[in-house]
Nanobody, 117 residues
Framework: QVHLVESGGGLVQPGGSLRLSCVAS????????VGWHRQVPGKEREFIAS????????RYSDSVKGRFTISRDNSKNTMYLQMNNLQPDDTAVYYC??????????WGQGTKVTVSA
C-alpha cells in the first residue's frame, strides 16, 4: 500500500524557518521524481519545488526560489523541504508528491504551515 506522510508543519513567525519531511512507502521511491505543492483555501494547488530521481536536478517556483530548498534521501525514502525566511503569504497546506516516469502520481495528506506574528 502506497503512503506519503508529511510532517514538520506548524506555526512560525515571519522570518522564521521550518523543515518539512515526507516519508514514502509502498513504491520504488528512488525511481520517482518528487515535489512539493501548497494550497490555500479557495485557490488552486500551487507548484513549489521538484527534484528528479537522483537528486541532481531541481526546479522551484519564483515565489520560493532562494528561500526554499528541496532535498531527498533515497536511503530513507524521504524528501524534505527546508523553508527559510517564511512570510505570511507562505501560509498554506503543503503537500508532497511523487511522480513516476509514466506520470503515475502519489500525494501525501498535507501538513499545515501558518506564518503569523
Amino acid at each position: 500500500q502506497v503512503h506519503l506522510v508529511e510532517s514538520g508543519g506548524g506555526l512560525v513567525q515571519p522570518g522564521g524557518s521550518l523543515r518539512l519531511s515526507c516519508v514514502a512507502s509502498g513504491f520504488a521511491f528512488s525511481a520517482y521524481e518528487v515535489g512539493w505543492h501548497r494550497q490555500v483555501p479557495g485557490k488552486e494547488r500551487e507548484f513549489i519545488a521538484s527534484m528528479n530521481d537522483n537528486g541532481q536536478s531541481t526546479r522551484y517556483s519564483d515565489s520560493v526560489k532562494g528561500r526554499f530548498t528541496i532535498s531527498r534521501d533515497n536511503s530513507k525514502n524521504t524528501m524534505y523541504l527546508q523553508m527559510n525566511n517564511l512570510q505570511p503569504d507562505d501560509t498554506a497546506v503543503y503537500y508532497c508528491n511523487a511522480v513516476s516516469k509514466f506520470f503515475l502520481t502519489y500525494w501525501g495528506q498535507g501538513t499545515k504551515v501558518t506564518v503569523s506574528a
